[in-house]
């Protein structure tokens, strides 16, 4: 392989590929609160894991699919993380993009609140919760704060009721175009859950017209 000509080629190559595995599924052939071996076909990996996986994981020698981010560096050289849903595994990447967060401390973020109450406390902007997270200073939770507010709309379980309605191609329409506007899909999903409980839409172009006449008002404010 020419590649492997260049050694300082190859590690730079693997070192941006996060999307050697996508998931991993085979027996789990140990395991520990943040570390577990599931064994494919023969193969062992070795994985580490959030305590939020772990908790769900079932006893030694049971079937399991665990969603894989790949990680490479020179000090550590390749390791592997597992998450139970894909959900977890989309807010890790989103953690350890943010600057002095890695690895090993984006495990200890999901291993001390569940996805769905740190997505909360990054959309209320509540840098008290976060730090209560052992590792995580107040400063680290308000940078965390400031660059994912925006990023984790969509690991949301916020969304309007109505979505699941007769009604919910016309609000995911109106969603969908306010997006491309530019508007956060948090403030949007708020607006509109608020919006349903009193009137009804026909169209996706009333929503919208109304959600833009909700957000300036309170911007106004």
């Known amino acids: 392989m020419q590649l492997m000509r260049w050694p300082w080629l190859y590690a730079n190559l ?3 590929d996060y999307n050697m595995y996508s998931y991993l599924e085979g027996e789990i052939a140990a395991k520990s609160p943040l570390l577990m071996t599931l064994d494919c076909n023969g193969i062992g990996y070795e994985i580490n894991i959030p305590l939020s ?3 769900q994981l079932q006893d030694i020698g049971k079937k399991t699919r665990l969603y894989i981010h790949y990680s490479f560096n020179d000090l550590d ?3 592997l993380f597992g998450f139970y849903t894909e959900q977890e595994k989309k807010l890790f990447r989103l953690l350890i993009s943010v600057s002095k967060i890695g690895p090993k401390l984006g495990l200890a973020i999901l291993s001390g609140l569940p996805v ?16 209560t997270i052992p590792g995580i200073g107040k400063k680290t939770a308000e940078r965390l704060i400031i660059e994912l507010k925006d990023k984790v709309a969509d690991l949301s379980d916020e969304t309007p009721e109505v979505y699941s309605s007769s009604a919910a ?10 997006v491309t506007l530019g508007y ?3 403030e949007i999903r708020k607006v509109i859950a608020g919006l349903v409980k009193n009137e009804a839409y026909s169209s996706s ?10 957000l300036y008002r ?4």
């Open 184 to 186: 956060k899909q948090f």
């Open 116 to 131: 769905k109450d740190l997505v909360s406390a990054i959309q209320s902007e509540n840098s008290g919760l976060i730090s």
């Open 77 to 79: 050289g390749a390791r």
């Open 169 to 178: 191609d016309i609000f995911k329409e109106a969603e969908s175009a306010l």
């Open 14 to 16: 693997i070192k941006r």
């Open 205 to 214: 172009e009333e929503v919208v017209k109304a959600v833009i006449k909700s």
């Open 218 to 221: 309170k911007r106004k404010i």
């Open 53 to 55: 996986t772990f908790d």
